[in-house]
């Protein structure tokens, strides 16, 4: 496939990609530039200059992933990019140390008046007793988001003799006690802190995060540190209470617009400003590129990413768990749409036996879009893949119902889907024995058959012949039988038969088939796309 690099990313990260696929660096161009030649392209990497808005994303025909070589994506339209069927990768630990580290260093500066010394020094003077600081030791740090990059600053900072204490809505007091941090409340943090450094997304909630009245309320010559986003901090609010003095200093790696032109900080006094340069580190830069490549590679090949910004996010070990069972759930999906007939209003998919174990305290949200990618994608010309299927089911009028239970029956562990409509039922069971898929279920019949790309169904009365009659008309038609199942209640009455085939059935061997007088229903359900 092809691959277009809007952006600089480390060499390793490009070699990873190039050993896949075709890669071409088209670095520096215009919007209009990028936007004549997305058509041709499958995937695209970008870091944080090039915005990729609507616009982009409507002319990337082809395209299947957007991988952000960063942790943010603030430049890439997600809402958009998920009604496209179109995956957002970004690389959110490849730089966490040194985003870590660079967080120390600007609180180290402002705690030893490195930068302004150094200015003076090289002004020709030498007042010692001007750049007394303060040492950090004993000192309490707040840090507002414990996430893997506020885990890796307290580490260092506990190393560092500090008390540290955190707010974070998603992390239990157990969770930041591992880490050796207190977790409070964010007005306790304010007044507690002897440093506060912010380490969460902008986001509408975040935006102005500390502002006048939270600065009002830290301690009187508290370090403020922000090098997670430009934005969660009012730089003019920020400015002021340098120039008062209330803050003891302010260091700050990401502004509201950059560069800073015009920002009231960059003339408030003691303050330590630097260019975005929290993931600038050679190791940083090469662990991101590859982190974002390999989950390229990933969703190139079919395989769910580690760090899909828009689709579910699956522990390693969840991931390994459920791969086998994706394809199972797409071909159960598109199954039931061939086989129901109707329009469905409420989908219920429920995981058995030992795969629901794996789930447990996770939905199964990879299932359930896999479900609906195989349901969907012969009803709509819209792409639809794992990222926007549930939207377009939802779009459509259709309820989603995910069940566990530790019930597999005599499987290891079983998918049923069921749907319902205008009140009719169709349910359909499946299962993965030995690396194959199994259907394992359909309506009230219990079956055991692999299935096919193209498969042959029949409700008919069971009568001597019958079976055989239905064969002959399709060998008679070179039409090869790979498989069969019976299924039926009791003797002489209606029975199920399902053949798994080598051939497509031509429509008038199907149409001669379910004129046959003891025949009452037909389906004719293909399952491979060369059919």
């Known amino acids: 496939m092809k691959i277009l690099v809007a952006e600089s990313v480390a060499p390793e990260g490009l070699e990873l990609l190039r050993e896949q696929h075709d890669v071409d660096e088209r670095i520096g161009l215009t919007k209009d530039d990028y936007r004549a030649l997305l058509p041709e392209y499958d995937a695209l990497v970008v870091r944080s200059q090039v915005q990729v808005d609507a616009d982009l994303i409507d002319a990337g025909r082809r395209l299947v992933v957007i991988g952000r070589a960063g942790v943010g994506v603030d430049n890439v339209d997600l809402e958009a990019a998920t009604r496209a069927g179109i995956t957002v990768v970004n690389a959110p630990t490849g730089n966490t140390i040194a985003a870590a580290e660079h967080t120390l260093a600007l609180l180290y500066v402002l705690a030893r008046r490195v930068a302004a010394a150094d200015a003076s020094v090289r002004r020709g003077e030498w007042k010692r007793s001007q750049f007394t600081g303060v040492e950090l030791r004993g000192r309490t740090l707040g840090i507002i988001g414990l996430g893997k990059i506020g885990q890796a600053i307290a580490k260092r900072a506990r190393a560092m003799e500090m008390m540290v204490i955190a707010v974070d809505p998603y992390i239990s007091t157990e969770s930041a006690a591992v880490h050796g941090v207190e977790l409070v409340t964010f007005g306790a943090l304010l007044e507690r802190a002897d440093a506060i450094t912010v380490h969460v997304p902008l986001t509408r909630q975040t935006r102005g995060l500390i502002g006048a009245p939270e600065i009002a309320r830290m301690k009187a010559g508290a370090f403020l540190l922000n090098a997670a986003r430009g934005g969660i901090l009012d730089e003019a609010a920020v400015a002021d209470a340098l120039h008062s003095g209330h803050l003891g200093g302010a260091g700050i790696d990401v502004f509201d617009h950059e560069p800073p032109v015009g920002s009231p900080l960059l003339a408030a006094p003691n303050t330590v400003l630097t260019p975005h340069l929290g993931a600038s580190t050679a190791e940083a830069q090469v662990l991101v590129a590859e982190e974002v490549a390999?989950?390229?590679?990933?969703?190139?090949?079919?395989?769910?990413?580690?760090?899909?910004?828009?689709?579910?996010?699956?522990?390693?070990?969840?991931?390994?768990?459920?791969?086998?069972?994706?394809?199972?759930?797409?071909?159960?999906?598109?199954?039931?749409?061939?086989?129901?007939?109707?329009?469905?209003?409420?989908?219920?998919?429920?995981?058995?036996?030992?795969?629901?174990?794996?789930?447990?305290?996770?939905?199964?949200?990879?299932?359930?879009?896999?479900?609906?990618?195989?349901?969907?994608?012969?009803?709509?010309?819209?792409?639809?893949?794992?990222?926007?299927?549930?939207?377009?089911?939802?779009?459509?009028?259709?309820?989603?119902?995910?069940?566990?239970?530790?019930?597999?029956?005599?499987?290891?562990?079983?998918?049923?889907?069921?749907?319902?409509?205008?009140?009719?039922?169709?349910?359909?069971?499946?299962?993965?024995?030995?690396?194959?898929?199994?259907?394992?279920?359909?309506?009230?019949?219990?079956?055991?058959?692999?299935?096919?790309?193209?498969?042959?169904?029949?409700?008919?009365?069971?009568?001597?012949?019958?079976?055989?009659?239905?064969?002959?008309?399709?060998?008679?038609?070179?039409?090869?039988?790979?498989?069969?199942?019976?299924?039926?209640?009791?003797?002489?009455?209606?029975?199920?038969?399902?053949?798994?085939?080598?051939?497509?059935?031509?429509?008038?061997?199907?149409?001669?088939?379910?004129?046959?007088e003891a025949v009452l229903d037909l389906w004719l359900i293909r399952l491979g796309t060369e059919h």
């Open 294 to 516: 390999a989950q390229i590679i990933d969703v190139l090949a079919g395989r769910p990413a580690r760090y899909a910004v828009n689709a579910p996010l699956l522990t390693p070990e969840t991931a390994r768990a459920i791969a086998p069972y994706l394809p199972l759930a797409e071909i159960l999906g598109r199954f039931f749409a061939q086989f129901s007939r109707t329009g469905v209003q409420r989908l219920t998919l429920e995981v058995g036996g030992e795969l629901a174990r794996e789930l447990a305290g996770q939905d199964a949200a990879p299932l359930t879009a896999a479900v609906l990618r195989g349901l969907l994608e012969t009803s709509t010309t819209e792409r639809v893949n794992l990222v926007n299927a549930t939207s377009l089911a939802r779009a459509r009028g259709i309820a989603i119902v995910e069940r566990k239970s530790s019930d597999a029956g005599a499987y290891s562990s079983l998918l049923t889907l069921t749907g319902e409509a205008d009140g009719t039922t169709t349910t359909i069971g499946g299962t993965v024995a030995n690396g194959e898929a199994r259907l394992t279920r359909l309506n009230d019949h219990s079956t055991d058959l692999a299935p096919s790309p193209v498969m042959l169904v029949t409700r008919h009365q069971d009568r001597p012949g019958t079976v055989g009659r239905i064969g002959s008309m399709l060998g008679a038609a070179d039409v090869n039988i790979s498989a069969m199942h019976l299924a039926r209640s009791v003797p002489r009455a209606d029975a199920l038969m399902i053949l798994a085939l080598d051939d497509d059935v031509p429509p008038a061997v199907a149409d001669a088939i379910r004129a046959q």
